[in-house]
């Protein structure tokens, strides 16, 4: 982290929107639409909820008992009717929702009318096996279209989508299948990865055998011919939608319903459940995609993400689409089967808003600029970038290479908070490094543990001070775990980001305060790859760092103590590695593992992992006068 903080301090460069961004941008005047905004959060929002279609309206916008928030009470709304029957009704029936491109180069296009009605015939089915409002349904599948359309199915009826990330392993799909309860699990037998079949259903057979609560599989089957189902339990994906109805009414929900559990890494080995609902995550999707994005009817929408992740949820599925926009969403990897896989889907669909990760661009700044150079990227407008902190040298490459005049919108933002909460609009002045200002409606700073606000350019914590209609409602089945986030420092929201302010007001974001790590932008919690590996027989005990790395931002490196008789091998490091990809998947596995005598811990027993951290970095591990060993 050190060099990263650095650069990112030294960063001064400031680039200001061209004449033609300006021209297009709905908001023209960030500061003064800013200002209006928070001196009344409420009114802003409501005004962004009356651009959407609601069965019966709010009596009250939001009810904030801290820290428990209800937004547009009273009312009934479906995000589904928002995303599909507004658009259907129009021009925009025959208008393309949905690109999607394999990783062999196989094109499916879906109109919004037939994603209407694919998600309709879901929707019936669904109802067919019984499932109703309140329900949970795992999704457990590659990045293919019927992710997106067993999500909207879901949540057309009021049942609740958890989508499992297809790259974890069967414990992990099974905790979290058991945390849910969930009666459906919705499979594919295979995905594929740089031109290798990954099984999926074996994972899902493994995963099933400890989850009692599951009562059908239902299984896309992408390979030929079709593998082998155990009926009544297993169904085939085509021929449970087969005979279904092309129409289903949109049920008509309580705003505060849940329309999705999306697990996702914390302090502790447990994944928490983040929960959000119809109203207000509808209301928070669309107003920032539209603005952020500035998305007009004729773009071509392109993000990276896999709706396996937060970012999938929100901006493949729910925000593009109640936004009517044209999604691209391609399989695969940015480099595979060459890296100008992106650049060419770029020129080949004219895409005008890419949406994409800084540990991406990093990877493919290895591969040098004559890549993006061979396509034309004339038709690109608007870039975004996500998941991690983007250093100004990725910035000012992705800049460069698409054309030097298209911003960048640095977007920050959480699993919990659903939507983007920190950046720039196209028309606000970028600094490369920082995700800038707060979104219209959010008020944000950097405080001090006791909740004071901090002068410019001192580092501390990222706190929002209101709610918001998009945060997140609760942790399921954990209502503990919630009020965490509002009640560690008083008075607001604590991100778990450090962060500090220039005299711009622009913020910086630095990385997690805690023990979050993100991986290639891939959020994972030290304890969970610690608890995978003490899982293996020669471990006794294990800590877990987050070190900087020059493409994925931060890479895994584990310190453990062997058992009592176990000698290192590299037979030994391999098969420990092994354990934890079985346990968690692939993006847990430490790139590195060092065998310790001991480690850092605290009188309480409490490891000391920034004490390993300092010292792995050659730092100064600041007060350590409550280690024990
Ligand atoms: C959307 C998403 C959340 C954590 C967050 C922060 C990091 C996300 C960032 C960023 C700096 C950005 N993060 N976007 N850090 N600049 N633009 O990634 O959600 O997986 O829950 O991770 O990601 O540390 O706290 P999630």
Same mark, same amino acid.
Request: glycine share 8%; hydrophobic share 40%; proline share 7%.
């Given at each position: 982290?050190?060099?990263?903080?650095?650069?990112?301090?030294?960063?001064?460069r400031?680039?200001?929107?061209?004449?033609?961004?300006?021209?297009?941008?709905?908001?023209?005047?960030?500061?003064?639409?800013?200002?209006?905004?928070?001196?009344?959060?409420e009114g802003?929002?409501?005004g962004?909820?009356?651009?959407?279609?609601?069965?019966t309206?709010?009596?009250?916008?939001?009810?904030?008992?801290?820290?428990?928030?209800?937004?547009?009470?009273?009312?009934?709304?479906?995000?589904?009717?928002?995303?599909?029957?507004?658009?259907?009704?129009?021009?925009?029936?025959?208008?393309?929702?949905?690109?999607?491109?394999?990783?062999?180069?196989?094109e499916r296009?879906?109109?919004?009318?037939e994603?209407a009605?694919?998600?309709?015939?879901?929707?019936?089915?669904?109802?067919?096996?019984?499932?109703?409002k309140?329900?949970?349904v795992?999704?457990?599948?590659?990045?293919?279209?019927?992710?997106?359309?067993?999500?909207?199915?879901?949540?057309?009826? /009021? &049942? %609740? *989508?958890s989508?499992?990330?297809?790259?974890?392993?069967?414990? !992990?799909?099974?905790s979290? +299948?058991? =945390?849910?309860?969930?009666?459906?699990?919705?499979?594919?037998?295979?995905?594929?990865?740089?031109?290798?079949?990954?099984?999926?259903?074996?994972?899902?057979?493994?995963?099933?055998?400890?989850?009692?609560?599951?009562?059908?599989?239902?299984?896309?089957?992408?390979?030929?011919?079709?593998?082998?189902?155990?009926?009544?339990?297993?169904?085939?994906?085509?021929?449970?939608?087969?005979?279904?109805?092309?129409?289903?009414?949109?049920?008509?929900?309580?705003?505060?319903?849940?329309?999705?559990?999306?697990?996702?890494s914390?302090?502790t080995?447990?994944?928490? /459940? &983040? %929960? *959000?609902?119809?109203?207000?995550?509808?209301?928070?999707?669309? !107003?920032?995609t539209?603005y +952020?994005? =500035?998305?007009k009817?004729?773009?071509?929408?392109?993000?990276?993400?896999?709706?396996?992740?937060?970012?999938?949820?929100?901006y493949?599925?729910?925000g593009?689409?109640?936004?009517?926009?044209?999604?691209?969403?391609?399989?695969?990897?940015?480099?595979?089967?060459?890296?100008?896989?992106?650049?060419?889907?770029?020129?080949?669909?004219?895409?005008?808003i890419f949406?994409?990760?800084?540990t991406?661009?990093?990877?493919?700044?290895?591969?040098?600029?004559?890549?993006?150079?061979?396509?034309?990227?004339?038709t690109?407008?608007?870039?975004?970038?996500?998941?991690?902190?983007?250093n100004?040298?990725?910035?000012?490459?992705?800049?460069?290479?698409t054309?030097?005049?298209?911003?960048?919108?640095?977007?920050?933002?959480?699993?919990?908070?659903g939507?983007?909460?920190i950046?720039?609009?196209?028309t606000?002045?970028?600094?490369?490094?920082?995700?800038?200002?707060?979104?219209?409606?959010?008020?944000?700073?950097?405080?001090?543990?006791?909740?004071?606000?901090?002068?410019?350019?001192a580092?501390?914590?990222a706190?929002?001070?209101?709610?918001?209609p998009?945060?997140?409602?609760?942790?399921?089945?954990?209502?503990?775990?919630?009020?965490?986030?509002?009640?560690?420092i008083?008075?607001c929201?604590t991100?778990?980001?450090?962060?500090?302010?220039?005299?711009?007001?622009?913020?910086?974001f630095m990385?997690?305060?805690?023990?979050?790590?993100?991986?290639?932008g891939?959020?994972?919690g030290?304890?969970?790859?610690?608890?995978?590996l003490?899982s293996?027989?020669?471990v006794?005990?294990?800590?877990?760092?987050?070190?900087?790395?020059?493409?994925?931002?931060?890479?895994?490196k584990?310190?453990?103590?062997?058992?009592?008789?176990?000698?290192?091998?590299?037979e030994?490091?391999?098969?420990?590695?092994?354990?934890v990809?079985?346990?968690?998947?692939?993006?847990?596995?430490?790139?590195?593992?060092?065998?310790?005598?001991?480690?850092?811990?605290?009188?309480?027993?409490?490891?000391?992992?920034?004490v390993?951290?300092?010292?792995?970095?050659?730092?100064?591990?600041?007060?350590?006068?409550?280690?024990e060993?």
């Amino acid at each position: 982290m050190g060099d990263k903080i650095e650069t990112l301090l030294k960063e001064s460069r400031t680039y200001h929107p061209t004449a033609k961004t300006k021209a297009a941008a709905y908001i023209q005047d960030y500061e003064a639409e800013y200002k209006k905004s928070i001196a009344d959060p409420e009114g802003f929002w409501s005004g962004m909820a009356k651009q959407l279609e609601w069965f019966t309206p709010w009596h009250t916008v939001l009810e904030w008992n801290y820290p428990w928030a209800k937004w547009f009470v009273g009312a009934t709304c479906n995000i589904t009717y928002n995303c599909l029957d507004r658009h259907v009704r129009t021009w925009r029936k025959n208008k393309v929702a949905l690109i999607w491109v394999g990783e062999n180069d196989q094109e499916r296009v879906f109109t919004y009318g037939e994603l209407a009605r694919q998600v309709n015939r879901c929707a019936n089915a669904l109802k067919q096996l019984g499932l109703r409002k309140g329900d949970r349904v795992t999704i457990y599948l590659p990045k293919i279209p019927e992710q997106v359309v067993a999500m909207l199915a879901c949540a057309r009826i /009021g &049942v %609740v *989508h958890s989508v499992v990330y297809s790259g974890f392993s069967a414990p !992990a799909l099974a905790s979290r +299948v058991n =945390d849910a309860e969930a009666r459906l699990v919705i499979t594919a037998d295979v995905g594929y990865d740089r031109g290798k079949t990954i099984p999926l259903k074996p994972v899902v057979d493994e995963a099933l055998s400890h989850c009692p609560s599951v009562e059908h599989v239902v299984v896309v089957r992408r390979q030929s011919p079709g593998w082998e189902l155990a009926a009544p339990k297993e169904i085939d994906w085509t021929d449970w939608l087969h005979s279904q109805p092309a129409a289903c009414e949109a049920e008509q929900l309580d705003a505060e319903t849940p329309l999705y559990i999306l697990y996702t890494s914390g302090t502790t080995g447990k994944p928490k /459940g &983040v %929960v *959000h609902v119809h109203g207000g995550y509808m209301v928070g999707t669309y !107003a920032t995609t539209k603005y +952020v994005f =500035d998305l007009k009817d004729d773009d071509v929408y392109f993000c990276v993400a896999d709706p396996g992740w937060v970012t999938g949820h929100s901006y493949i599925v729910y925000g593009p689409l109640l936004n009517g926009a044209t999604i691209l969403t391609a399989e695969g990897k940015p480099d595979y089967p060459n890296p100008g896989r992106w650049w060419h889907l770029i020129e080949r669909y004219g895409v005008s808003i890419f949406y994409t990760t800084p540990t991406a661009i990093r990877l493919l700044m290895r591969y040098g600029e004559d890549w993006p150079k061979k396509f034309d990227l004339s038709t690109l407008r608007i870039l975004g970038s996500v998941g991690e902190p983007i250093n100004p040298e990725a910035w000012e490459w992705f800049h460069r290479v698409t054309g030097g005049d298209k911003p960048i919108m640095d977007t920050w933002w959480q699993t919990e908070t659903g939507a983007i909460l920190i950046t720039p609009l196209p028309t606000v002045p970028l600094k490369p490094g920082s995700a800038t200002r707060p979104f219209l409606g959010i008020e944000a700073d950097v405080v001090d543990r006791e909740g004071n606000s901090l002068p410019p350019n001192a580092g501390g914590f990222a706190v929002i001070k209101k709610p918001w209609p998009s945060m997140m409602r609760t942790i399921y089945k954990d209502p503990e775990r919630y009020k965490v986030y509002w009640n560690t420092i008083p008075n607001c929201y604590t991100a778990g980001d450090v962060c500090h302010k220039d005299a711009d007001g622009y913020m910086w974001f630095m990385g997690r305060a805690d023990d979050v790590i993100k991986v290639a932008g891939n959020r994972l919690g030290t304890a969970e790859v610690e608890s995978a590996l003490v899982s293996h027989p020669a471990v006794a005990e294990a800590a877990v760092i987050g070190k900087p790395h020059k493409t994925v931002g931060e890479s895994i490196k584990a310190f453990i103590i062997l058992k009592q008789g176990q000698t290192e091998s590299p037979e030994l490091i391999q098969s420990i590695k092994d354990q934890v990809k079985a346990e968690l998947g692939k993006i847990a596995v430490p790139s590195e593992i060092d065998i310790v005598p001991s480690l850092p811990k605290t009188r309480s027993g409490k490891i000391m992992r920034r004490v390993l951290k300092a010292k792995e970095l050659g730092q100064d591990p600041g007060d350590i006068s409550t280690i024990e060993e």
